[in-house]
């Protein structure tokens, strides 16, 4: 009796150790038969961009902070600016260039600022991003000088392959006029404090109409006489520093 008793507890055993393994395989979770474990999480790599105001009187529009990849690009000096460009340089509103930005093909994250960079003041902000897409991605940065009629000043497609944790990179950037609007420095015209004007306006009266160096602020004090503008708001290059850092 003792023997059989043994017998039937090892046959119990054995068969518990059975249903569960069965169990665990047919769930997917543990086993080969047929489950799938699920694929690792991306790994993620995250930058900070930091834009600090160089000029006298010229506070800066909200930035645009656009990770992208070939297929776009903010502006190409020699030419028309876009739509959103367009929007960004005459009345300091990013939201068009970076819808522009989000709709195309390649754009990885992109990031506004939260508000006005003025004389001397600076604003830093994150984007993340895959670490696989890194190679052939790229960081622009684009903002207006608010006290002008359609001056911008930024980094365009600062390249991110090779860069490790801790790395960064510095810029100085200089004043380009997005050729949309006429130098006319009249309040009316200029949405910054020294203006109140008007932001956008659809009609592309400057002869140019591409984007180029800015040619810099005449103003009153310099015989400009129906100027809104005077010898401080008056910019050399650079007008901005951008710093790019990876941080993990």
């Known amino acids: 009796?003792?023997?059989?008793?043994?017998?039937?507890?090892?046959?119990?055993?054995v068969?518990?150790?059975?249903?569960?393994?069965?169990a665990c395989d047919?769930?997917?979770?543990?086993?080969?038969?047929?489950?799938q474990m699920p694929p690792p999480a991306p790994v993620t790599a995250t930058?900070?961009?930091?834009?600090?105001?160089?000029?006298?009187?010229?506070?800066?529009?909200?930035?645009a902070v656009i990770a992208h990849q070939d297929a776009f690009s903010v502006f190409t000096v020699g030419s028309p600016a876009s739509a959103g460009l367009e929007t960004?340089?005459?009345?300091?509103?990013?939201?068009?260039?970076?819808?522009?930005?989000?709709?195309?093909?390649?754009?990885g994250d992109t990031a506004s600022g939260a508000a006005p960079i003025g004389p001397a003041g600076s604003e830093?902000?994150?984007?993340?991003?895959n670490e696989a897409d890194l190679g052939p991605s790229t960081i622009s940065v684009s903002t207006m000088l608010v006290n002008t009629n359609d001056a911008i000043t930024g980094v365009n497609a600062v390249p991110l392959a090779g860069m490790q944790v801790g790395d960064s990179v510095s810029m100085r950037t200089i004043?380009?006029?997005?050729?949309?609007?006429?130098?006319?420095?009249?309040?009316?015209?200029?949405?910054?404090?020294?203006?109140?004007?008007?932001?956008?306006?659809?009609?592309r009266d400057d002869i140019a109409d591409r984007v180029a160096m800015h040619p810099g602020v005449v103003g009153q004090d310099d015989g400009f006489a129906t100027s809104d503008l005077n010898g401080q708001h008056r910019f050399d290059n650079p007008v901005a520093q951008i710093t790019i850092e990876r941080i993990n």
């Open 175 to 203: 004043a380009y006029d997005a050729g949309t609007e006429a130098n006319t420095e009249q309040a009316a015209h200029i949405p910054g404090p020294a203006g109140g004007g008007e932001g956008l306006n659809a009609a």
């Open 15 to 22: 068969t518990g150790v059975a249903i569960v393994a069965a």
């Open 88 to 107: 960004l340089a005459e009345g300091g509103d990013n939201s068009a260039l970076l819808a522009e930005a989000d709709a195309a093909a390649g754009t």
């Open 26 to 35: 047919s769930d997917g979770n543990n086993g080969n038969l047929g489950g």
């Open 124 to 129: 830093t902000v994150s984007l993340t991003l």
């Open 1 to 13: 009796m003792l023997f059989k008793l043994d017998k039937s507890i090892r046959l119990l055993a």
């Open 47 to 63: 930058f900070e961009v930091t834009v600090s105001n160089l000029s006298n009187a010229q506070p800066l529009s909200p930035i």
